[in-house]
């Protein structure tokens, strides 16, 4: 079935940087545009970037434009997120899925604190 293991995230300095990864599984992954989400503590999840299927449109939120990078590797059907200059507003379980998805995994956690 489909499936989404994220990882990479941990505790971090404001101004530091974390890739996330995220092996997806159950599906014809080079078909499908890709994209990742968060959830901070008592919000709802919210989206942070797509990458499409080819990898020829990418697409950011406005509070992380100039700072993550979405990419993809279609060969190991992994999706990446490099978070640079991270805020401590950047903290949150960051979760990632296939345009359409309806089925989530773990998350990772993203922790921006001194």
């Known amino acids: 079935q489909v499936q989404f293991v994220e990882s990479g995230g941990g505790l971090v300095q404001p101004g530091g940087s974390l890739r996330l990864s995220c092996a997806a599984s159950?599906?014809?992954?080079?078909?499908?545009?890709m994209s990742w989400y968060r959830q901070a503590p008592g919000k709802e999840r919210e989206w942070v970037a797509f990458?499409?299927?080819?990898?020829?449109?990418?697409n950011y939120r406005d509070s992380v434009k100039g700072r993550f990078i979405i990419s993809r590797d279609n060969s190991k059907m992994t999706a990446y997120l490099q978070m640079n200059m991270l805020k401590p507003e950047d903290t949150a379980v960051y979760y990632c899925?296939?345009?359409?998805?309806?089925?989530w995994g773990q998350g990772t956690q993203v922790t921006v604190s001194l």
């Open positions: 159950g599906f014809i992954f080079r078909s499908y545009g």
């Open positions: 899925n296939r345009v359409g998805g309806t089925l």
């Open positions: 990458i499409s299927s080819t990898e020829s449109t990418t």
